[in-house]
Nanobody
Framework: QVQLVEFGGGLVQAGGSLRLSCAAS????????MGWFRQAPGKEREFVAA????????YYADFVKGRFTISRDNAKNTVYLPMNSLKPEDTAIYYC????????????????????WGQGTQVTVSS
C-alpha cells in the first residue's frame, strides 16, 4: 500500500506560479513511476506529467510543456511539480499518482493507469 498526500495548491493570478508537492509513504517509493493528473469541473481526469522511478525519463502533456517541470527526490519520498505561466484553463484539482509502469503514448496522449491516487489539491488560476 502507498499513501500519497499532495501539498501546494491554492489561488494564483494568471501568469503566476505554484509548486505542488506529493509526499509518499508505505511501500518503496522509488519503485514507482510517479505522475500528476488533473480534473477540471465537468471534465474527465487527464494526464499532466510523469517521471520514471529513476528520474531519467519524464513525460508531459502538450498543454504543459515548457511551463511545468516534474521532478522527484527518492530520498525524501517526494515528487514535485513546479507550475509556471499559469493560465485560467489550468484551474483543476490536481492529483498525485503512483504506477508500476511508465506511461504509454496512445492515440496522441499518454496513458498511465495508476495503482494509487492522492486525495487531490485545488489549483485555481484567476484571470
Amino acid at each position: 500500500q502507498v499513501q500519497l498526500v499532495e501539498f501546494g495548491g491554492g489561488l494564483v493570478q494568471a501568469g503566476g506560479s505554484l509548486r505542488l508537492s506529493c509526499a509518499a509513504s508505505g511501500r518503496t517509493f522509488s519503485s514507482y513511476t510517479m505522475g500528476w493528473f488533473r480534473q477540471a469541473p465537468g471534465k474527465e481526469r487527464e494526464f499532466v506529467a510523469a517521471i520514471s522511478w529513476t528520474g531519467d525519463n519524464t513525460y508531459y502533456a502538450d498543454f504543459v510543456k515548457g511551463r511545468f517541470t516534474i521532478s522527484r527526490d527518492n530520498a525524501k519520498n517526494t515528487v514535485y511539480l513546479p507550475m509556471n505561466s499559469l493560465k485560467p484553463e489550468d484551474t483543476a484539482i490536481y492529483y498525485c499518482a503512483a504506477a508500476l509502469s511508465d506511461p504509454m503514448f496512445l492515440s496522441g496522449s499518454y496513458y498511465m493507469p495508476p495503482d494509487y491516487w492522492g486525495q487531490g489539491t485545488q489549483v485555481t488560476v484567476s484571470s
